[in-house]
């Protein structure tokens, strides 16, 4: 704590500050209610996502690109602009925020020290989401369950060649729900899902959805959410305005640049 207070006082701050009946995330409280940050890998996204409001921080789970590769907050395999936090951080000032921490586990072959990880950090489970996608969670979910009985596991659909979500998908969906038991909540891309998947998957747990920067063109995402709402979505959006083509261009730019850059350094 010594070593994260001399680096991240201002951020432990604000975590601390921000923490009030509106942000905290407490037993019970359910995934409908979820303000999210869809990104807080950096100090710098973090720092945003308090002074937002939001109470459902996401964080994406690497290994670093350099020896010892400990365990950081990183979405893509290549490095990144910002100063990313360790997996270690993340948690630390998770906890002390007070909000639900949604882990992205892009590397599952990690998930051992994941698991430590987290067990280490002394958060509530409760306010744990641990998200993995359909094969990991295939492999990991049932040791997921026996360390973190109280926190929510959030399942994806299995690969498909369709463009909405089918009938074997959301067999196989309420397959693995069914083996690993509540709390659970389904995510599925919004434009991917069916009246009949939702219904059939909401029936078992909470369906959460969110959008792609390639999919169907959001240009107001509040507008998109609410009427989510309205279909009877009961988990968490996380609907965002689709990038700009400037933005994908200078988007593009900045990812080449990070690729050079990680073959140079790294």
Do not use: C
């Not at 489970?125 to 990991?140: C, E, I, T």
């Amino acid at each position: 704590m010594k070593r994260l207070q001399d680096k991240y006082q201002r951020l432990l701050d604000l975590a601390r500050s921000t923490h009030d009946g509106r942000t905290g995330w407490f037993p019970g409280k359910p995934l409908s209610a979820a303000r999210p940050a869809h990104a807080t890998n950096t100090r710098e996204q973090f720092e945003q996502a308090l002074k937002d409001g939001a109470n459902f921080l996401e964080g994406d789970i690497r290994a670093e690109l350099d020896p010892p590769h400990a365990l950081e907050m990183r979405h893509d395999p290549v490095s990144e602009r910002g100063d990313n936090l360790s997996l270690e951080e993340w948690l630390t000032i998770g906890a002390i925020s007070g909000r639900a921490m949604k882990l992205d586990v892009k590397e599952p072959e990690r998930m051992p020290d994941v698991i430590r990880a987290v067990r280490a950090s002394g958060i509530d489970p409760q306010r744990v989401v641990l998200n993995l996608d359909f094969k990991a969670m295939a492999k990991w979910g049932a040791e997921l369950r026996r360390n973190f009985p109280a926190a929510t596991l959030a399942l994806n659909p299995p690969a498909a060649s369709s463009a909405k979500l089918g009938d074997r998908q959301v067999d196989e969906l309420l397959r693995q729900a069914s083996q690993l038991g509540a709390p659970l909540t389904f995510v599925v891309r919004h434009d991917m899902l069916t009246p009949t998947a939702l219904s059939r998957l909401q029936d078992v747990a909470p369906v959460s959805v969110w959008n792609a920067s390639d999919g169907p063109t959001v240009k107001d995402a509040k507008a998109i959410s609410e009427r989510l709402r309205r279909q009877g979505i009961q988990g968490v959006i996380d609907i965002r305005p689709t990038p700009t083509a400037k933005d994908k261009v200078l988007g593009a730019l900045e990812r080449a640049r990070q690729e050079v850059l990680t073959r140079l350094f790294h």
